[in-house]
């Protein structure tokens, strides 16, 4: 089996961002902690004191270790006193994409998260796995696509660009040259929400 990825999302104060963000990289540095760290994120654009940590796991054991000592401490991400609301979703990637690389520091991020319709995820893979190559200008650009193993039919895509105005270039040009999106895809998208978000360095 592939690797495992969780999206963890923490809701803070809005001026306590560098606090949380510096008590959540603590936490996942531990030495009972499990998975690595590919990026921890503040939301720019979209709902705003929001920390959005992204980690790879070798496997659902390691992945659901982790996820206990998050739920058993009284402290979780060692930010218990700052946070107002804590979520963790678990994904598999795409079995075509190649596992995520770490987050660049001198990037802009959007995380896309499409829910789908039910049975909707077969033709989303399918059409993704055509439009990879055609499109790749703007899809080496992909962090990773990975759909949820828990909750409602979705998936989720982490995009990084060098700015917005690079995103939205290359989104009109693969537009325009009729390679995106995939065939299939936004037929089975019920809802479709967008973030932005700047990387953590510290």
Request: hydrophobic residues 45%; neutral net charge.
């Amino acid at each position: 089996m592939r690797e495992l990825y969780e999206l963890t999302t923490l809701a803070f104060p809005l001026l306590s961002a560098s606090e949380v963000a510096k008590a959540a990289r603590g936490w996942v540095s531990m030495p009972d902690a499990a998975g690595t760290l590919l990026g921890c994120w503040r939301t720019e654009v979209g709902p705003l004191g929001r920390m959005l940590i992204m980690r790879r796991f070798d496997d659902a054991g390691a992945l659901q270790r982790e996820r206990h000592r998050a739920l058993s401490s009284a402290n979780p991400f060692n930010a218990g006193g700052m946070i107002t609301a804590l979520e963790m979703d678990s994904y598999s990637p795409f079995p075509f994409l190649p596992p995520a690389r770490a987050a660049a520091h001198d990037a802009v991020y959007e995380f896309r998260t499409y829910k789908l319709k039910p049975g909707g995820l077969p033709p989303t893979l399918a059409g993704w796995e055509a439009a990879i190559a055609p499109a790749r200008d703007y899809t080496a650009h992909l962090m990773i696509n990975m759909y949820a193993l828990d909750g409602p039919p979705r998936i989720t895509h982490v995009w990084g660009f060098d700015s917005l105005a690079q995103r939205a270039a290359l989104r009109t040009a693969a537009y325009s040259a009729g390679i995106w999106p995939p065939k299939g895809g936004p037929e089975n998208i019920l809802e479709a929400i967008s973030v932005i978000a700047l990387p953590e360095s510290k």
